[in-house]
């Protein structure tokens, strides 16, 4: 009997739940008339999706499967340019290889899309910066972010390649100001923990030390399965 009482009071919560959100009558009859599997099909199809759990459950398997085939994504990827070798399909085997470390192919590829109408595509100048300062070529990559703030991109990712590349290049003024302003717009910890390395690398051993405090915080709140990613930015920016 309570098993019964449970069900109903769960279906007239459901119900509720449909009229209030204004989502389509059918879903009441399916509820009503399917016990148990109605309300199940509707919270996997209707609550679940708008609570952002799913995203958060595609990221944690994808990090899986990376974890359990490192070169799934590049496989596919080249595999996909081979047949069909449009910039789409290079920009996402540019992709793959940057996840796999390979920046100088990864560099290549990028500049390969920069033609006819993606020759101003922000996506592919900012992926062409990035590999730039991998491969330590800092110069050029401040020259594709120029090329994105004539365009008006200066957001946090951009600030990011800016800030690093500034610095190799012993522009430390500049760098801090787009540490300053990325570190705290980013979601992943990165940004944040360069920050603090390189506070600490110019003698600013006070505004560091209250950066891996706000990055302490930051980091109490990453979900479980994105601990050990973060815990590697901490120890990287503590360095």
Not at 80 to 92: H, K, S
Not at 122 to 133: F, I, K, Y
Not at 196 to 223: C, M, N, W, Y
Request: charged content about 25%; glycine content about 6%; some cysteine.
């Amino acid at each position: 009997m309570p098993i019964l009482v449970l069900s109903l009071i769960i279906q007239i919560a459901l119900i509720m739940h449909v009229i209030r959100t204004g989502r389509p009558n059918g879903w009441i009859f399916l509820i009503l008339f399917a016990p148990g599997i109605g309300s199940a099909i509707y919270v996997l199809m209707e609550i679940l999706p708008s609570t952002g759990i799913f995203p958060s459950f595609r990221k944690a398997e994808q990090k899986v499967i990376k974890a359990l085939d490192p070169t799934r994504e590049l496989r596919a990827a080249q595999e996909a340019f081979d047949l069909t070798p449009t910039v789409g399909n290079r920009l996402r085997l540019a992709d793959a290889s940057v996840e796999m470390g390979d920046f100088a192919n990864a560099e290549r590829l990028y500049k390969d899309c920069l033609e006819g109408q993606f020759v101003d595509d922000p996506t592919v100048l900012l992926g062409h910066a990035r590999t730039l300062v991998e491969l330590g070529r800092n110069q050029e990559a401040l020259n594709r972010i120029n090329q994105l703030r004539v365009l008006g991109r200066e957001g946090p990712a951009e600030a990011l390649v800016f800030a690093r590349a500034a610095e190799a290049l012993g522009q430390d003024e500049d760098a801090e100001e787009a540490y300053g302003f990325a570190a705290p717009r980013i979601p992943t910890l990165e940004a944040h923990a360069r920050y603090i390395r390189f506070l600490r690398h110019v003698g600013k051993d006070v505004d560091a030390t209250r950066e891996l405090q706000e990055f302490d915080v930051r980091l109490s709140r990453v979900p479980r399965h994105f601990q050990s990613d973060a815990r590697r930015w901490r120890t990287f920016g503590v360095a």
